[in-house]
DNA sequence: TTTGCACCAAATGTATACATAAAGTATCCA
DNA sequence: TGGATACTTTATGTATACATTTGGTGCAAA
């Protein structure tokens, strides 16, 4: 064992998930292709009992389906589907937010929203902004939302975010953004940082339909850019889009 | 094998998880208890493979939760993660109400909802309503429930409504319901039929915007229902308010 | 040339064997 | 007598062996 040098404290089928997620998600397996059980030993070094655990975890998670005669593959997307999970998204995280709001988070809690907030801000504010920059905010819009969700102290909504999360999350990983589509995408980050400043505002002061209102606005408009993007795809393909958007 | 007479169709790991689950649901464990292994082996009369499947997939449908040093525990939840989670599922039916107005449903598509509405009636309308009565509409009920969210025609959706409803509709199973309480719960039943059928109306006249109110109005009425209950134990046990109240 | 049947190969589902870590117990020392 | 340590036992995590089913290929017959 311990053949791959790294991963050495987290169990099998932790590294097993991870490793196979990163696959599928970086888009080395396309959408719909079979994956084999003996192609997931080679590629995360583990045997097949901790392999088979991953798949089915993954399978839970949205990210592969099973195939009736056996198996699974990597699932398949319709352009509608992800549009919905945008709406979805938005939809849990309204009520997160009034949730928040509702019951009464301290300003200690905000705190590490609004940190979050004013690192975006420093990144969004060059111009014209970097290549690294826009990477840097994926991760950072990430984190906000997570924040949000758990401010939420509500652990089955939480719980219900994290799974909502994983599609329009999944594509950023790997994805490259074209140099021409960075103003474009810089304004609707600027956007987006508006909107999250007025939920934050929203929850500090208590004001509950408020801030769900905003979050689920704040979705609806992603999920139009996004319509829009795609029709006319001519900077903007759909993993980009997807990066760009979904993560608002 | 097959020493166990029935279930051969079906393979060894869903047969686990459907025992398993049935067993965690009608309280043969309670939350908290640990779940061995060879405990499940002996229930599920599968091998340990197959029952490990189960328990992953359990746990990934909420019923279960990992424990640190290994192994599965029934997973215990706070009154106000039932809150919670009934205005959840309330929030996402209230979306797939709007989903299907929106989208515009048939006439036909609607006739398998309504035809369910009209043999709830039928069994509500009695007058004092019986036990038999009652556990028939829990389960027309939790059918009008997965119909309504077929209608949105978003898988995501109805994949998320699904997990949403594994908890509000974990307890039923198994519950007995006191006798006092039926003419009460009668009451609560009228009122939730009231709501479904506007419900469906406002689907049908693709009002997307009164379909979603509906529902979300619905859920909290039921949230404040329980909480009632809850506060107040006369004759309202935990499970049977829970099989009452949130299949509501 | 095409269709159908049979056989073969490969992959999944299941069972079990093995290793490691956790928990409980007993014994010994303070 | 109480506490700590070592040992034993048990249960989980992992690996692998076995069986069954699926899908493909080849041969034969129409």
Known sequence: MAEREAERSVSQTVHAQLALRELIVSG???????????????????????????????????LLEAIPS???????????????SIELR???EGLAARFAAERGVSSRDLEPLKQCLDEIDG???????SMEAFSSYVALN?????????LSRSPPLIRQI??????????????????SALPEARQILLIAQDHHRVVVDA???????????????????AARNLRLALRNRTHLDL???LALISTG
Chains 1, 2 share one sequence.
């Open 28 to 62: 080395g397996l396309r959408p719909g292709e079979r994956i084999s059980e003996l192609q997931a030993v080679e590629v995360t070094g583990v045997s097949r009992t901790p392999v088979r655990m991953a798949l089915v975890r993954l399978e839970e998670e949205g």
């Open 203 to 221: 929850i500090e002061n208590r004001e509950g339909a408020r801030a769900e209102a905003i979050m689920r606005e704040h979705a609806r408009l």
């Open 239 to 241: 993993l980009p889009a």
């Open 162 to 179: 994290d799974r909502a999360s994983a599609l329009p999350f999944a594509s950023p990983s790997g994805f490259v953004m074209a140099q």
């Open 90 to 92: 938005g939809t849990l």
């Open 142 to 150: 990430a984190r906000f939302h997570v924040l949000l969700a758990e």
């Open 70 to 84: 056996g198996g699974f593959m990597v699932k398949a997307f319709s352009e509608r589907d992800i549009l919905d």
């Open 123 to 129: 990144l969004v504010r060059q111009e014209p902004i």
